[in-house]
């Protein structure tokens, strides 16, 4: 099938990528020509794990192809996928559409023959209608027919959960897309996806929910691990115990910083917004919301009663920076909050990321990259295991800590109590009583 990606954000270069992967001709749009030159040459924006061999051998075999002319794309392709970013409002909770509505109003100017119009960002309930009303100003109904198929990606998973989803979901209020989407992605179905047809707005609060309860898991087992500190339990056995009945399951119960990146912030309030506009008291999700914008505070709090309260000229060592393990993404990340309160501490600072220096931190004299954890640790008062990278869990301290007073807190609890006690390594980490 011929397809228009327009957006090569995280979500439209992953899927149009994979769909191209999966034989159909895909034609990744972007209005920021310096990224499509880029990608022309391979070069790519996002750091994800196998999507620069993905996007070379597609490119070789013809079937991937980059422009910044939105018309001509459109008009060669059957099947258009709107992949452009919704951030929160900085006036408020709500989305953002002005990019999704811009995008909208360009495509009515470039339907030649009857397209499939669909809604891959995440959009509140009744986007797809105000879409429809757009394209409906200057194409009749048989030309078009507009579709929501939300995206299920995790970020450093996202090849993997598009080669391998859980489910598909097409929110579709005609039969006609609904059966050629349907052969658009039997490849995934055929390998155990289910394939869930759905009203229009049905598919765009799938999407809202599912990121509001995953959230909430998170911020609950993060809140549990409050108690289990204070009453000596090990969350991690709580963890164990909850998850394994089949209703809850384990996933997402692992307490550590403050969810973070590009879905759970934004989405969960732009799933009370909504609720907001429609006279719906979501207070479950507000308390979520609310409990997460504190688990970073909470986190500094206890970082000052490791120091004793004298943060000033302390060396503090931050491994890893970004909100989650396999991504660069630093949005709503925790030491987005933690770095500059103890910058302006006074503490010396150093960081290692594996995905590199951050401009984020540009402004913060004390506030150092190092090239490797070996220089990163370097007379470290405190080292703060802030992201679960696979290149930190198996780090060598007692060879690595040159100072016998150094202390380590463990946000991730990526390490065992017992081992480090044994080691004489003073250590601290979260929800559990060692």
Known sequence: MKLCMIGTGYVGLVSGVCFSDLGNDVICVDKDLHKINDLKKGVIPIYEPGLEELVLKNVKNKRLSFSNN??????????????????????GNSADLTQIFSVAKELSKSINKFKIIITKSTVPVTTGDEIEKILKKKN????????????????GEAIRDFTYPDRVVIGS??????????????????????????????????KYASNAFL????????????????????????AIGMGLDQRIGSRFLRAGPAYGGSCFPKDTKAIISTA????????????VIKSNEN????????????????IKNKNISFLGVTFKANTDDMRDSSSLTMIPELSKKGALIKYFDPTGYKKDFKKFKNVQYMKSVDSCLAKADLIIIHTEWNDFKSLNFKKLLKNKKTTIYDMRNLYSPNKMIKQNIKYLSVGRSL
């Open 70 to 91: 939105l018309e001509s794309s459109v008009k060669k392709s059957d099947i258009i996928f709107i992949c452009v970013g919704t951030p929160t409002k900085k006036s």
């Open 140 to 155: 009749t109904m048989n030309k078009f027919s507009v579709v929501s198929n939300p995206e299920f990606l995790r970020e």
């Open 173 to 206: 209020n005609d039969l006609k897309s609904n059966k050629i989407l349907k052969n658009l992605y039997s490849p995934l179905i055929g390998k155990g996806a289910k394939y869930v047809h759905t009203s229009r707005r049905a598919a765009e609060l799938i």
């Open 215 to 238: 959230a909430t898991k998170i911020t609950f087992i993060n809140e549990i691990a409050n108690l289990c500190e204070k009453t000596s339990i090990n969350v991690d056995d709580i």
């Open 276 to 287: 907001d506009k429609f006279q719906t008291n979501l207070s479950v999700i507000k308390s």
């Open 295 to 310: 688990r970073s505070k909470l986190l500094l709090k206890r970082v000052y009663k490791i120091l004793n309260n004298k």
